[in-house]
């Protein structure tokens, strides 16, 4: 570290940078913001939906530009873009979106288009290209108190509907077919689930920008996929790591000239890759005693289902 | 419509036609390719790693390409090592490149607090591309490239279909499959670092996925629907540069990408109404039709 600021004392340390207003609110809303998006996160990566949790976060740049252009707040174009490409993904692709060869294509064009009209509001706003740095990357120097707690009403929402809908979205995302026969509205709760993910990702791109949301969304519940299948430690792993990686680079970014974005990625991948690691460790030494078959999980790719 | 018979008086514009043509025409194949093999989020990650190499390069005060095709093409190459049969688990690839991108932040931050003026062009031009300023040598090293890389795709296509269609029964009757793979995704990987100059790391995507999936809902036969992915970026790219042209209000890039939504709507629109006329042509009774779709 070369900031003489900080100190052996870690609790010094904290107090130190506790004094200071904007960070006490950067960790106010950082903390809301990792649990969000390690819980929904999880429910990403067990979907494997991360596809469409990028282009959902990539679309909140030209929400927020549009908004400045139009003189309505940024928060308002986040969740304005971030839920219309959610339902229009749904309504596109359904439960495939994202994985398959021609949702997929659909999911890529919805991103590329809506990044393209985030590059002409740019341009019609022509003293704003200064900005769109921070909008990409996010700046967390800024947030305000209402923010704050804008963010906590809706983490309060969000985790109540995941709460509520819970047990069938795992059924439905473990296993669809079976869902769809034993009476589970797989549909509606495919659609449900893209307009939460939407909502979350609206709400953590105004935090940390729209390019990076990803990173919050998807490594520290990748981490925790590693580790354990079973959802209950999973969902508590995957807040876990995200609240470390949250903290850890904020504190890191104070004591450093080097930004959040950064921080925030490299200690979560740091974070995938030891468990990555450790869990292709362990399957090796499994390996040996027992015969293992590891079938792909949607069957080849390009194969195709008979109709039933 | 004067306008439009001066128009290629303009040097810039002939430059931007050159280098566009065959750019397009590598990321239409190159697309149609990827969205047969389900591979689109790779095409998403490497799109957005490019911009990282980009920074780099302007960090070190390099060459903007090399750090383009270096980081594109090594990225790729990393992915396909770390996935089976040179084909990387999604969560991985998202990981991965969510890291790369916050690599790209500080490379910015760098940049940005070493050389202080003109910075804030310097990432929009790396990010949103701008082909109008792309100049004379530039243009032709990248159409000789987008031309290498259509050639290349040219030759492995027919293995590389028949690899992507049925992997197992590909590798049994001796396709190098695995090879194939890693081939293919350093061919995207350039491909993706010649579409940044043209379109713009963030913008890419749009001219890979849209005019494939257009081509793949209009025709199931591959080896149709790869030239006519390729034909439909091409015509995305001409008719983008000269709206661009025409309406000065709006960026390239921005009419670029219009176009080939555009196709992509009428494709699926098309689809659909085929459908609908082929469900009515049947007789009564025959109320399921199999899904024919092509892939």
Redesign the interface.
């Known amino acids: 570290m070369d900031d003489v600021r900080f100190s052996v004392d870690l609790v010094a340390d904290v107090v130190q940078m506790w004094s200071q207003p904007f960070m006490v609110n950067a960790f106010r809303a950082g903390t809301i913001v990792a649990v969000l998006s390690a819980l929904t996160g999880w429910l990403v990566v067990l979907r494997r939906q991360t596809f469409v949790a990028h282009t959902l976060s990539a679309v909140g740049f030209p929400g927020a530009a549009g908004a400045t252009l139009l003189g309505a707040g940024a928060l308002t174009g986040y969740f304005g873009f971030c839920l219309a490409a959610a339902v229009v993904i749904a309504l596109l692709g359904g439960r495939g979106a994202g994985r398959h060869g021609h949702e997929s294509a659909l999911v890529g064009t919805v991103q590329g288009f809506l990044l393209a009209c985030g590059f002409l509001f740019v341009a019609l706003y022509k003293g704003f290209l200064n900005g769109t740095s921070a909008l990409l990357f996010g700046s967390f120097l800024g947030i305000t108190g209402g923010q704050v707690t804008v963010l906590a009403v809706l983490a309060v929402l969000v985790l109540a509907l995941l709460a509520v809908a819970g047990r069938p979205l795992l059924f439905a995302s473990t296993d669809a077919e079976t869902a769809r026969v034993a009476g589970v509205p797989v549909r509606a709760l495919d659609l449900g689930f893209l307009l939460v993910l939407g909502a979350t990702v609206a709400a953590v791109a105004s935090i940390t920008g729209a390019l990076l949301v990803f990173a919050l969304l998807v490594l520290p519940a990748a981490t925790a996929h590693r580790i354990t299948a079973r959802p209950a430690r999973g969902l508590a792993l995957s807040v876990l790591f995200g609240l470390v990686a949250v903290w850890s680079a904020l504190t890191a970014t104070y004591y450093s000239p080097y930004p959040l974005g950064f921080w925030l990625t490299s200690i979560a991948f740091a974070g995938f890759v030891t468990a990555a690691g450790g869990r292709a460790g362990l399957d090796r030494r499994h390996r040996g005693g027992r015969l293992v078959t590891v079938f792909p999980r949607d069957g080849l790719p390009g194969s195709r289902r008979t109709a039933p | 419509m004067s306008a439009l018979a001066t128009m290629f008086s303009h040097a810039y514009l002939r430059e931007a036609f050159l280098a566009g043509t065959f750019v397009a025409l590598a990321a239409g194949l190159v697309?149609y390719l990827l969205?047969?093999?389900?591979q689109?989020?790779t095409?998403?990650a490497l799109s957005?790693v490019s911009f990282t190499g980009a920074f780099a390069a302007l960090a070190l005060g390099l060459d903007l390409r090399v750090g383009l095709f270096a980081t594109t093409v090594l990225v790729g190459l990393g992915m396909a090592a770390a996935g089976?049969r040179a084909?990387p688990d999604?969560?991985?690839?998202?990981?991965?490149f969510?890291?790369v991108?916050?690599?790209g932040?500080?490379l910015?931050?760098l940049y940005t607090?070493r050389r202080s003026a003109g910075n804030?062009?310097a990432?929009?031009t790396v990010?949103?591309g701008s082909v109008f300023g792309i100049g004379h040598g530039r243009a032709v090293a990248a159409a000789a490239i987008g031309l290498g890389v259509c050639l290349l795709l040219a030759i492995v296509a027919r293995p590389l279909i028949f690899a992507?269609?049925?992997?197992?029964v590909a590798a049994v009757r001796g396709v190098p499959v695995r090879l194939l793979g890693f081939g293919f995704l350093a061919l995207t990987a350039v491909a993706a670092a010649e579409a940044t100059q043209v379109v713009?790391s963030?913008?890419?995507?749009?001219?890979?996925?849209?005019p494939?999936?257009a081509a793949?809902?209009l025709v199931g036969n591959p080896y149709r629907a790869l030239p006519l992915s390729g034909a439909l970026a091409v015509l995305s790219v001409w008719a983008g540069l000269t709206i661009a042209y025409l309406v000065p209000?709006?960026?390239p890039?921005?009419a670029?990408?219009?176009v080939?939504?555009g196709l992509?709507v009428a494709a699926?629109l098309t689809g659909r109404l085929r459908r609908r006329s082929r469900r009515r042509s049947l007789a009564p009774g025959t109320d399921?039709v199999?899904?024919v779709?092509g892939?």
Do not use: M
């Open positions: 697309g969205v047969l093999r389900a689109v989020f095409a998403d957005h089976r084909k999604d969560v991985v690839i998202g990981g991965a969510a890291w991108l916050g690599l932040v500080l910015l931050t607090t804030g062009a990432s929009v990010l949103f992507s269609l049925d992997e197992t713009g963030l913008l890419i995507l749009g001219l890979v996925a849209a494939a999936g793949a809902r209000v709006l960026p890039s921005f670029i990408l219009a080939a939504t992509l699926l399921r199999p899904a779709r892939g």
